[in-house]
């Protein structure tokens, strides 16, 4: 079963840009959809981006033409650009395979 451990959070300022990293501890190339959540103090986890092994990217309205997804199948890794961040971007990020178990996240704050 494979894992994922994410990394690249930070604070950052209203208008600024994270890249956020998630590796994983084996081969990603046969998951067919793997995705970025997120969850904010109070509120539920949600789905922000997810990509299949053919590349069709899905992402939250909220999120749509500023965030972008992509996935590197030979290094096993998994990304979110993550541009224009709004104070209500703030949140852990986690980045999940259907079969995983949920990581401890990377926690994005977005403030001046």
């Known amino acids: 079963q494979v894992q994922f451990v994410e990394s690249g959070g930070g604070l950052v300022q209203p208008g600024g840009s994270l890249r956020l990293s998630c590796a994983a501890s084996?081969?990603?190339?046969?998951?067919?959809?793997l995705g970025w959540y997120r969850q904010a103090p109070g509120k539920q986890r949600e789905l922000v981006a997810s990509i299949t092994n053919g590349g069709i990217t899905n992402y939250a309205d909220s999120v749509e033409g500023r965030f972008t997804i992509s996935r590197h199948n030979a290094k096993n890794m998994v990304y979110l650009q993550m541009n224009s961040l709004k104070p209500e971007d703030t949140a852990a990020y986690y980045c999940?395979?259907?079969?995983?178990?949920w990581g401890q996240g990377t926690q994005v704050t977005v403030s001046s």
């Open positions: 084996g081969s990603i190339a046969s998951i067919y959809a």
């Open positions: 999940k395979g259907p079969t995983s178990n």
